[in-house]
């Protein structure tokens, strides 16, 4: 098993900028790929970036367009999502996500989450 808890969240005006922290425990996190994703009301959970255990593979949605940043500390079993010049359209529950077996852009493949963090953008 692994927990992950994401913190990093809150209310931040459009043009600025959140960084998220998904900190995990149990399981060796390093051995696994860690993936952001984000729920806004009334949507389906839609992918955001996903980094593999060992750094080689990194992957955005197209809608993050250069403006977040996926990276991960594995001395510290913790991710981060650095969110620039956000946009209303980013508000969501933004959620960590964790797997093995190269984990692709669907929520299904995907073994652990996170509870989630909220992210809202005000105009």
């Known amino acids: 098993q692994v927990q992950l808890v994401e913190s990093g969240g809150g209310l931040v005006q459009a043009g600025g900028s959140v960084r998220l922290s998904c900190r995990a425990s149990?399981?060796?996190?390093?051995?696994?790929?860690m993936g952001w994703f984000r729920q806004a009301p009334g949507k389906e959970r839609e992918f955001v970036a996903s980094?593999?255990?060992?750094?080689?593979?990194?992957y955005y949605a197209d809608f993050v367009k250069g403006r977040f940043t996926i990276s991960r500390d594995n001395a510290k079993n913790t991710g981060y999502l650095q969110m620039n010049s956000l946009e209303p359209e980013d508000t969501a529950v933004y959620y960590c996500?964790?797997?093995?077996?190269?984990?692709?852009?669907?929520?299904?493949?995907?073994?652990?989450w996170g509870q989630g963090t909220q992210v809202t953008v005000s105009s």
């Open positions: 149990g399981r060796t996190f390093s051995r696994y790929a």
């Open positions: 996500a964790a797997g093995s077996s190269f984990p692709g852009t669907a929520v299904t493949s995907w073994d652990y």
């Open positions: 980094i593999s255990w060992n750094f080689g593979n990194i």
